[in-house]
C-alpha cells in the first residue's frame, strides 16, 4: 500500500509535460467486469484507468532498452547510498526471475525507489552498501518513504523532505546509509 501512496507523492511534484513514465496495470477489475485481452505482467486480470494506454510486452521493453522512458517507480529490498537497488531475490530464495526490474534500471534516465523505510524486523533497508545482489548499479536518483524522501548524490542521501511527526533524528537512527542533512527540508504532503 505505501509504495502505491508513494508513487503518487512523485507524481504530484512538478514534471515536464510530454514524459513518459510507466505506471503498470490498474487495480484488479471486479468479478464479471474482466476482458480477458487485458492482463498484468504476471498474466493477471488488470483494468486501464481513463486517459491510460496499453501496449504489448514487446513494444514496452523496447520503450525501456530504446532509452524512450524518462523515469519510472520501483519497489525494493535494499537501496544504497550511492544509488544502487537489490529488488529481486533472496539467495536461497525460489523466485521466478528478475522480470523488467533491472531493465528499467538500465535504459530509464530516473529511477525512484518507492519503500518502506524498515525491514519488517526494523532493519533499514536503506543501507551503506546493498548485501543482496544487484538489478541496478548507480540507477536510483530519489528514495521515497513512509518517514522521508532523499536525493542520491555523489556525496550521499541528500534529505529532501520529512514526512509529518519525523524529525532528522528520526531519520538518521533509522538509516543506515550515510545522510546529508541540507539547512532547509520540506515537508511531504
Not at 107 to 116: L, P, Q, S
Not at 173 to 179: H, L, M, S, Y
Request: aromatic fraction near 6%; include cysteine.
Amino acid at each position: 500500500m505505501f509504495r502505491r501512496r508513494s508513487s503518487i507523492w512523485f507524481m504530484r511534484e512538478p514534471v515536464k509535460r510530454d514524459i513518459c513514465v510507466p505506471c503498470g496495470s490498474g487495480a484488479t477489475p471486479k468479478w464479471g467486469e474482466e476482458d480477458i485481452d487485458v492482463i498484468d505482467a504476471g498474466g493477471q486480470p488488470a483494468s486501464v484507468i481513463k486517459g491510460g494506454s496499453v501496449c504489448d510486452h514487446e513494444t514496452s521493453f523496447a520503450y525501456i532498452r530504446g532509452g524512450h522512458i524518462d523515469a519510472a517507480v520501483l519497489g525494493t529490498l535494499q537501496v544504497d547510498e550511492e544509488g544502487n537497488i537489490a529488488n529481486w531475490t533472496i539467495p536461497g530464495k525460489l523466485v521466478p526471475g528478475m522480470g523488467g526490474a533491472m531493465d528499467l534500471c538500465a535504459g530509464v534516465k530516473r529511477i525512484i525507489v518507492a519503500t518502506d523505510h524498515c525491514e519488517k524486523s526494523g532493519r533499514s533497508k536503506i543501507l551503506k552498501k546493498c548485501t543482496l545482489p544487484l538489478t541496478g548499479a548507480k540507477c536510483v536518483t530519489d528514495i521515497v518513504t513512509e518517514r522521508c524522501y532523499f536525493q542520491v548524490s555523489p556525496e550521499g542521501l541528500v534529505l529532501k523532505e520529512l514526512a509529518p511527526g519525523y524529525t532528522v533524528e528520526d531519520i538518521l537512527a533509522c538509516t543506515e546509509a550515510k545522510v546529508i542533512v541540507p539547512d532547509e527540508i520540506g515537508i511531504m504532503g
